[in-house]
């Protein structure tokens, strides 16, 4: 495994990728046993980086170290090499401030666990060039991603702005005393999240009407009335959290061990999930 200051992180061990091939989940033209194979460490960055052309830094979410390590990275490239990021909340216009290769550098945000949630976001700098984000969309479609193209950058990017609405209200309907944690989890896991697992929010307005202008026609004063009643933006804290922990630790408790079982119960939905969707025809 190469060395954190390479910006490279191995998250995926033999076992894993014996399983992942085993099961048909294993992305690439290439076995476990080759994919392995291609792995190596070393402790200098130039030697790190030799001969690619696009490069995946994937540290810890902590903007000076990435800041140096893009900064390191900028001093070796020539004009052909792409510089991404993994970072989930830190902005391109802060990650790449001053760079030489600016033109060459972009957010690839990707969501865990990758192998089986396919999406990556790709973020741009403002002067990304348009050829770096074509290039790092084929890319992440080549190895089974599925990219999509913010088009300018903003704080959190576009999933975790939808994630963390969810979030904020589903706390508020808690605390107002509406619902029960385990009750509101259920809503998404039986419901919202079942119909989002195959189409999103806008081609479900679709499909629910006689398409989008008759959706709009018939259900935007109701949304909006709803939409008014939303509250302020949680604390996150206090009575509420200790009612949502205490739910939760009741379903799984907050110990190493309940909580790996649980993630590899987790992983096994979104394994058989994305099995799934790989083989419904597409229309």
């Not at 048909?24 to 001969?51: F, H, M, P, R, W």
């Not at 808690?174 to 189409?199: C, H, K, N, T």
């Not at 909006?224 to 009575?239: D, M, Q, R």
């Amino acid at each position: 495994m190469a060395s954190p200051a390479a910006g490279v992180v191995v998250i995926v061990g033999r076992k894993e990728m014996t399983f992942l091939e085993q099961s048909g989940s294993l992305k690439g033209s290439l076995g476990a046993q080759d994919q392995l194979s291609l792995i190596s460490g070393c402790l200098n960055i130039q030697e790190a980086v030799e001969g690619a052309l696009h490069i995946q830094e994937c540290v810890p979410e902590n903007l000076e170290l990435k800041k140096k390590i893009f900064a390191q990275l900028d001093q070796i490239i020539d004009d052909q090499v792409v510089l991404s990021s993994s970072t989930s909340c830190l902005l391109p216009s802060q990650l790449f401030a001053g760079l030489a290769h600016v033109q060459q550098c972009l957010v690839a945000h990707p969501v865990n666990p990758p192998y089986y949630v396919p999406l990556v976001e790709l973020v741009p700098h403002p002067e990304t060039a348009p050829a770096t984000v074509d290039r790092t969309h084929a890319l992440m479609r080549k190895i089974g991603q599925s990219p999509v193209r913010v088009l300018k950058e903003m704080d959190g990017f576009v999933l975790n702005r939808l994630q963390y609405a969810v979030i904020s209200e589903a706390w508020r309907l808690v605390e107002e005393g509406i619902v029960s944690p385990s009750d509101l989890d259920l809503v998404m896991s039986d419901g919202l999240g079942m119909r989002y697992a195959f189409i999103g929010p806008l081609e479900t307005m679709h499909l629910n009407a006689e398409g989008m202008l008759s959706y709009c026609d018939r259900y935007s004063e109701g949304m909006k009335h709803v939409l008014k009643t939303f509250g302020p933006i949680p604390e996150f804290s206090g009575a509420t959290v200790e009612k949502v922990n205490q739910a939760m630790c009741l379903k799984v408790p907050a110990d190493p061990e309940h909580l790996a079982a649980r993630r590899r119960w987790r992983d096994e939905c979104l394994q058989r999930l994305a099995k799934l969707k790989r083989q419904m025809p597409s229309q």
